[in-house]
């Protein structure tokens, strides 16, 4: 009888979408209820992997961050039930993010736009659920000011990032 041995390379394992998912999920666990700094990690994550990753995985990057901050409970301390109502939401709006900075001129404006339509995508949602009574007040801020002070802090590390860190691709 003759026996196969299966060779896994580490290198087929530990991809850079392999990270990208993994830190997306991790993230919101490892930065305990610091939306600011959690959001701008998050978002720079978007922004690199919306320029360096294929298009086709960036819906299901899209869902991870908020199913890691669901998870945890602890991002929005109290607030954090709240935050299941968004999640439809906030997966749309990491995608609005990812395309419109992912698009081929790949510019300061294109993040810098990127950044503002997701945030008043979201400060949008936030305040249909006020009016409606389905959330509280201070999700109009969480939804609005601080998604786009996160995006820009995120488009801006992300541009540093990939300028300086990670190798251009080649296109």
Not at 73 to 86: M, N
Not at 95 to 105: A, D, V
Not at 106 to 128: D, R, V
């Amino acid at each position: 009888m003759e026996s196969k041995a299966l060779s896994i390379s580490i290198k087929k394992i530990i991809t850079l979408e392999t990270t990208v998912f993994a830190l997306a999920f991790l993230i919101p666990l490892l930065f305990n209820g610091s939306q600011i700094i959690t959001g701008s990690i998050i978002n720079t994550l978007l922004f690199i992997s919306a320029v360096k990753l294929s298009k086709r995985i960036l819906p299901f990057l899209a869902v991870i961050p908020s199913l890691g901050a669901v998870s945890h409970g602890v991002l929005f301390g109290p607030f954090t039930i709240y935050l299941v109502y968004f999640l439809p939401f906030i997966w749309l709006g990491n995608l609005i993010l990812m395309y419109i900075s992912g698009l081929k001129q790949k510019t300061i404006l294109s993040f810098i736009t990127a950044a503002f339509a997701k945030s008043i995508f979201l400060y949008c949602i936030a305040y249909m659920f006020v009016s409606f009574h389905v959330v509280p007040k201070i999700f109009l801020t969480a939804m609005g000011v601080l998604q786009l002070v996160t995006a820009l802090v995120g488009g801006i590390a992300a541009i540093g990032i990939s300028k300086y860190i990670l190798k251009p691709t080649n296109e």
